[in-house]
């Protein structure tokens, strides 16, 4: 047998392993619970920024620092639930605006054509021969309302306002960024405050990256994004740029421009989650980790 391979263990033997590490568990019975609900491997993302040789990754020996209580990986695994819950309810109200903004807006300056979204006289023509773009048309014709309007027509295609609707966020945004008119970009971008597309398409692409971790259960508190945030309204975040404090900002300005009472939601939604971290050494974890400062959310 490979000396490498590990093998799978029980709750007994997890407990085992994290006292023997160092970890203090206070309540063994609870610690149980925790692991059988939430997962020995998936708490150890959790774990690892209490462990000696954080942020090393290769060659660990997962020793942890004097003190480490497990409640500390518990505490932050629920921050991180309760952010991923907040951010998927407001990025939704902005994932709903933005496509009804390009739905509307491109509608009504092609109104002529109900299809222009397959026209390669308005949209590029290489996306409009993508693969992901060719299944989103495909997929959207399943869905009940896009078939029924086919049917009765007979024809190919539905009505931008009625096929898009079942587009992905991604696909709608490839959409806009496919758009040939210059113009036309520029009015959408106007609308959430910018000038250039280009900068609100580095806007809306993070809120995009940030949807996908939320939506796959990434862990959220040390997101390390691949694409830095640019400079734009909200000004130049520094190295915050690729933490997720900075799609936090981002988010948090894009759903001013679409209302500012959700705005002031979602600030309150996540200082209600750092009040519920009672341990300064939780909170000291995930402001070094996330760029947040409690004090300016």
């Avoid at 054509?113 to 693969?131: E, G, M, T």
């Avoid at 009940?144 to 609707?165: H, M, N």
């Avoid at 309204?233 to 997720?244: C, E, Q, S």
Wanted: charged fraction near 25%; glycine fraction near 6%.
């Amino acid at each position: 047998m490979n000396k490498e391979l590990k093998l799978a263990t029980n709750i007994d033997e997890q407990i085992t392993k994290l006292v023997e590490r160092g970890m203090v568990i206070d309540n063994v019975e609870k610690a149980k619970e925790n692991l059988l609900d939430i997962g020995y491997f998936r708490l150890g993302f959790y774990w690892f920024p209490f462990e000696k040789s954080y942020p090393r990754k290769r060659n660990r020996d997962h020793i942890f620092k004097d003190g480490v209580k497990f409640e500390y990986a518990i505490q932050l695994y629920y921050f991180d639930f309760d952010l991923r819950n907040s951010f998927l309810r407001y990025i939704s109200r902005i994932e709903i605006n933005f496509r009804t903004k390009l739905i509307y807006m491109a509608s009504n300056k092609y109104r002529e054509d109900p299809f222009w979204y397959v026209n390669s006289r308005y949209v590029d023509k290489s996306f409009l021969n993508s693969k992901a773009f060719l299944d989103a048309i495909h997929d959207a014709k399943n869905e009940s309302v896009v078939k029924q309007d086919l049917d009765r027509y007979g024809r190919s295609y539905a009505p931008a306002w009625k096929i898009i609707e079942y587009f992905s966020f991604g696909v709608v945004i490839s959409l806009f960024e496919n758009l040939k008119d210059g113009g036309l970009k520029h009015d959408i971008s106007k609308a959430y405050g910018m000038e250039s597309s280009t900068q609100f398409s580095n806007y809306i692409n993070t809120i995009r990256r940030l949807r996908n971790y939320c939506a796959h259960g990434k862990v959220l508190f040390d997101t390390n994004l691949p694409v830095a945030i640019s400079n734009g309204p909200i000004g130049n975040l520094g190295n915050r740029k690729t933490m997720l404090s900075g799609a936090y900002y981002v988010l948090k300005y894009i759903l001013g421009c679409i209302s500012i009472n959700r705005q002031n939601e979602l600030v309150a939604s996540i200082r209600k989650a750092f009040s519920e971290v009672d341990s300064n050494i939780v909170k000291m974890i995930i402001c070094d980790n996330s760029g947040f400062d409690i004090e300016s959310l």
